[in-house]
């Protein structure tokens, strides 16, 4: 790939807040960034007095791309670097430092030249790391609940509070995944069925208490490979999906998204709680606090697990999805009882 030597070179005397005059670079894709190239960008940077510095920066190219119900994501993660919201944050959750930023209308692409995290992510996340994100997560959604900082209302490109639920009416929807939960050729044990079709038939009440919960800033893709634990801090990465959202909603991402399925329960036992207490710390949530993680979880991954199942091409992906399925009716079981 083509890279600008000037806007690296830019980017970089950010990083090491010196003037760097030139810099070689070799680049590298990142996992990641599924809908956006991301690269790690290396190589030794020379300063205006000869100093030559080691680097390592992270590019990510965003071209323009439609999501469904929210058009304008694929700018968004541009716009919110380009906004105060920043300062929002704390030393222990944030997101990347952002070096440069620049966007091209013509060619409705963006560049964000970003800071390389060194952590623990994904599936190798622990127990511990699983709550300590839920705890900073709810402690940074209560403040700014709480606070109400006006950077908020400046925030034009957010996605809208019924993304969630637009996204979960759209799929149902879709005759493949609903007639399929409910056809004889069903292979998914009966229980796990009437789970899912008992959300279907009670979606309007459960919306009704949803509805009724904390509007929070959400991130929307509060998943593991989107989490960085580093020293102790979180640091979440993709924000182009991010906007209003109801309390709890990104804990389904953390509990249900491609994570760790053997421990599924644990963490749902384990984060729901943590996250609360970290929310709780600004305000008394108990009157408002009506816990639906549980019914986020079904709501927003359900029928997603159900397509995924359908297009799966090996029995092995098949039967991890199940499980998953299997480990939410686990949840069901210990919410009802909670």
Request: proline share 3%; aromatic share 12%; with cysteine.
């Amino acid at each position: 790939m083509n890279i600008k030597l000037e806007t690296l070179n830019y980017a970089l005397s950010q990083l090491f807040k010196t003037n760097i005059i030139s810099a070689e670079c070799q680049t590298v894709p990142l996992h990641g960034g599924t809908v956006g190239a991301v690269y790690q960008v290396t190589g030794i940077a020379v300063t205006a007095d000869g100093k030559k510095l080691p680097y390592r920066i992270v590019l990510k190219i965003q071209k323009k791309w439609e999501r469904y119900g929210d058009p304008s994501s694929w700018r968004r993660e541009f716009d919110l670097y380009a906004s105060d919201l920043g300062a929002t944050f704390s030393d222990s959750f944030r997101w990347p430092i952002c070096y440069h930023a620049e966007i091209n209308d013509d060619e409705n692409e963006f560049q964000l030249w970003l800071e390389y995290v060194d952590g623990v992510s994904g599936l190798d996340l622990t127990g511990d790391m699983y709550e300590q994100a839920a705890l900073e997560l709810g402690r940074y959604q209560g403040k700014l609940y709480a606070e109400q900082p006006a950077v908020l209302q400046s925030l034009t490109n957010l996605s809208h509070a019924d993304l969630m639920k637009n996204t979960y009416l759209h799929y149902r929807s879709w005759p493949v995944v609903y007639n399929y939960i409910r056809s004889e050729d069903c292979e998914f044990p009966m229980h796990v069925r009437e789970m899912l079709i008992e959300i279907d038939e009670n979606a309007d009440e459960i919306f009704t208490r949803i509805e009724k919960l904390p509007l929070v800033l959400c991130h929307r893709d509060f998943w593991v490979t989107n989490l960085i634990c580093a020293e102790g801090k979180i640091i979440l990465l993709d924000w182009d999906t991010s906007g209003w959202g109801y309390l709890g909603e990104d804990l389904a991402s953390l509990i249900a998204d491609e994570a760790d399925i053997d421990h599924m329960v644990e963490y749902y036992q384990r984060c729901v709680p943590a996250y609360y207490k970290g929310f709780s710390e600004y305000g008394d949530v108990s009157p408002i606090a009506v816990n639906c993680v549980y019914e986020l979880i079904l709501l927003v991954f359900g029928y997603r697990l159900v397509e995924w199942y359908l297009h799966a091409e090996d029995d092995d992906k098949k039967t991890q999805l199940l499980h998953t399925l299997q480990k939410i009716y686990e949840i069901k079981t210990i919410s009802a009882q909670g």
